[in-house]
């Protein structure tokens, strides 16, 4: 077993995935993802992104393939030790905003830094600093039935940038806000991932948003595609099957 550069802090070879229903997930990526960086993984609806974020967080167990973390082996590990990692290291935002009834905005979001053991001084002040900057601070002691939907949201951020984790896993975050709010929340996203350090994946299927980070992947249904401009045919130049030709290659 290989271990991986020592300048990415996840890496994945050769990764596979199968569906419970038997359908297929993911055919065989290999990619790597350095600390600090933004990556952006792009595809259409049905063509991975998720899978292969829940893969590289431990979510999905690897039944075939390796994903490392800081240079350790992730599918080696056991489903405690997996939460934990996810616990301690990672953070998640998941298209949906997915907040507890009971507690108000700023206990939502205070909640994994209680959970590793802060202080609720400390997880309050992180919580609240993360809440005003993504414009949700006034609404920090109301419950998330009085927020607006894409209020919600901003505090599930909110929530997975609190604990400064190392690497944030953001699935499609911004689906559920207003055009006008999107470039907000994406440049707070990204000036706190580069202020603070925290290498962030990505999945998006909007280019604007993929415009954003430092690099970006293509999925096509499981696997990496790089598309490539054919030339014009020089022996029919004008002909309409010829012209603007495009092909796409699979990188497994």
């Not at 030790?81 to 009971?102: K, N, S, Y």
């Not at 505090?155 to 999107?182: M, N, Q, S, W």
């Not at 929340?185 to 948003?209: E, F, N, Q, Y």
């Amino acid at each position: 077993m290989e271990a991986p550069p020592d300048n990415d802090v996840l890496w994945a070879r050769s990764l596979h995935y199968t569906h419970p229903d038997g359908s297929p997930g993911l055919g065989g990526i290999s990619l790597g993802v350095r600390e600090g960086e933004i990556l952006a993984v792009s595809g259409p609806r049905g063509s991975g992104k998720t899978t292969l974020l829940r893969c590289l967080s431990g979510q999905l167990p690897v039944r075939q393939g390796e994903v490392w973390f800081n240079s350790a082996p992730v599918h080696t590990l056991g489903p405690a030790a997996r939460e934990r990692l996810r616990r301690d290291r990672f953070g998640w935002i998941d298209p949906e905003p997915v907040l507890i009834p009971e507690l108000n905005v700023w206990e939502n979001a205070a909640l994994p830094l209680m959970l590793r053991g802060a202080g609720r001084r400390r997880a309050k002040a992180a919580a609240l600093e993360w809440l005003e900057r993504l414009d949700v601070g006034d609404s920090s002691r109301r419950r998330p039935h009085q927020l607006r939907h894409a209020e919600r949201q901003r505090v599930a951020i909110a929530r997975a940038l609190a604990p400064g984790p190392t690497v944030l896993f953001a699935d499609e975050p911004t689906a559920p806000l207003h055009r006008a709010d999107r470039g907000h929340v994406l440049r707070t996203l990204t000036a706190a991932a580069r202020s603070h350090g925290i290498t962030v994946v990505l999945a998006t299927h909007d280019p604007g948003t993929a415009a954003l980070a430092d690099r970006t992947v293509h999925l096509l249904d499981g696997r990496r595609v790089h598309t490539v401009h054919l030339p014009d045919s020089p022996d029919s130049p004008d002909s309409p099957d010829t012209e603007g030709r495009a092909a796409c290659s699979l990188s497994v």
